[in-house]
C-alpha cells in the first residue's frame, strides 16, 4: 500500500473494494509485526502506525454507509432504531412534544368557552 489512505478517496468505492482493502491492510500489518520481531528497519516500524490508522478510516467508511443505508431504509417508517435516533440529552428526550405541550385538558376548554377574555374600551 502506497502511503496514507484519504478518507474521501475510500468513499466512493463499493462494500466490496472497501473488504478486500480492509483483508490487505490487516495483512500488510501482520507482516509488518513479524518483522518488527525478527528486526526490521526503522522504516517498517514507523509504516505499522499509518496502516493501522488505514484500517481505522476504512472501517470508519464501511460503518458510516452501513448507518447511511440504514437510515435510507427506515426512512418512511413510524420508528427508528435507537442507535439511529438523535441522542441529544436524556432531559430533553423526556420533555413533552410540542402537541402534547399544545393540548387542553377538558376543564379549561369549557372554562375558555364559558369565559372568554373582556375586552374592555379603553379612554385615551
Same mark, same amino acid.
Given at each position: 500500500m502506497p502511503g496514507k489512505i484519504k478518507a474521501y478517496?475510500?468513499?466512493?468505492?463499493? =462494500?466490496?473494494?472497501l473488504s478486500k482493502l480492509l483483508v490487505e491492510l490487516?495483512?500488510?500489518?501482520?507482516?509488518?509485526?513479524v518483522q518488527k520481531i525478527v528486526g526490521g528497519s526503522a522504516a517498517k516500524l514507523t509504516k505499522i502506525n499509518?496502516?493501522?490508522k488505514s484500517i481505522a478510516r476504512v472501517l470508519?467508511?464501511?460503518?458510516q454507509k452501513q448507518r447511511q443505508n440504514?437510515?435510507?431504509y427506515y426512512k418512511g417508517k413510524k420508528y427508528l432504531p435507537l442507535d439511529l435516533r438523535y441522542k441529544k440529552t436524556r432531559a430533553i428526550r423526556r420533555r413533552l412534544t410540542p402537541h402534547e405541550r399544545s393540548l387542553k385538558t377538558e376543564k379549561q376548554r =369549557?372554562?375558555?368557552?364559558?369565559?372568554?377574555?373582556r375586552k374592555f374600551a379603553v379612554k385615551a
Open positions: 478517496e475510500l468513499q466512493s468505492k463499493s =462494500k466490496n473494494d490487516k495483512q500488510e500489518l501482520l507482516t509488518l509485526r499509518t496502516v493501522r470508519t467508511v464501511i460503518n440504514l437510515r435510507e =369549557k372554562k375558555d368557552i364559558h369565559f372568554p377574555l
